[in-house]
């Protein structure tokens, strides 16, 4: 089992939808949770980054961690065409300066 | 603005003829970190750098080799780039050391197409 798995996609939404966009991972261990964007062509930037288990929320975007199920989810609400990119999570193994573990990232559309 | 530089951001390479490609960062970190994205697929680390020291994946081809002269900068040598080796390269900077969450800045990639 790879240490984190998401579904590639791609996710076509409608303008103004919502989206869920998932990962899983098999290590109990993993405290800290980040979410990167990457435009088409360019590399990844953070969005947002969870440590441990619970919400976080920024402006539209909120980070969701359920460490039981060892599954995190980032929604988007009200999304917008130019969310349109691929959505990354990314997780290191532990802290410090382990490399991160990212997930094949989800390729999402937003369609004005 | 910080940030971190790459180039070329393109880079049109012939089958077997050897590529450099460079990375400069003016955020003063420790770690740097090489990785490869091929289309639809998660980046994978190749190598990283806590200052001098460097780390090298189990799996990344002996074809690929790194150098980082100073903090600011690290380039990454292809000797004899397959067509399996075109891909976006990532170069990715994170302070290091400390506890806490890992967060890397990463540049804009290079492209690297090989004929």
């Known amino acids: 089992q790879k240490e984190v798995e998401q579904d590639p996609g791609p996710l076509s939404v409608p303008e103004g939808a919502i989206v869920s966009l998932n990962c899983t991972y098999s290590n109990s261990a993993f405290q800290y949770f980040m979410w990167y964007r990457q435009y088409s062509r360019k590399g990844p930037e953070l969005l947002m980054y969870?440590?441990?288990?619970g919400n976080k929320e920024d402006g539209r975007f909120t980070a969701q961690v359920d460490k039981s199920s060892k599954y995190i989810s980032l929604f988007i609400r009200d999304s917008q065409p130019s969310d349109s990119a691929t959505y990354l999570c990314?997780?290191?193994?532990?802290?410090?300066?382990?490399?991160?573990?990212f997930g094949k990232g989800t390729r999402l559309s937003v369609i004005a | 603005d910080a940030m971190v530089i790459q180039n070329p951001r393109y880079q049109v390479t012939q089958f077997g003829k050897p590529v450099t490609l460079s990375c400069s960062q003016t955020l003063n970190h420790n770690v740097m970190y090489w990785y490869q994205q091929k289309s639809s697929q998660a980046p994978k680390l190749l190598f990283h750098?806590?200052?001098?020291?460097?780390?090298n994946e189990a799996d990344t081809p002996d074809n690929f080799q790194s150098r980082r002269p100073n903090t600011s900068f690290c380039f990454l040598d292809i000797r004899s780039p397959g067509l399996g080796d075109a891909a976006m390269y990532l170069c990715?900077?994170?302070?290091?050391?400390?506890?806490?969450?890992?967060?890397?800045?990463f540049g804009a990639g290079s492209r690297l197409t090989v004929l």
């Open positions: 969870t440590y441990s288990s």
């Open positions: 990715a900077t994170t302070l290091g050391g400390g506890s806490g969450a890992n967060v890397l800045t």
């Open positions: 990314a997780i290191p193994p532990n802290s410090g300066n382990t490399p991160l573990v």
């Open positions: 750098y806590y200052d001098k020291d460097f780390n």
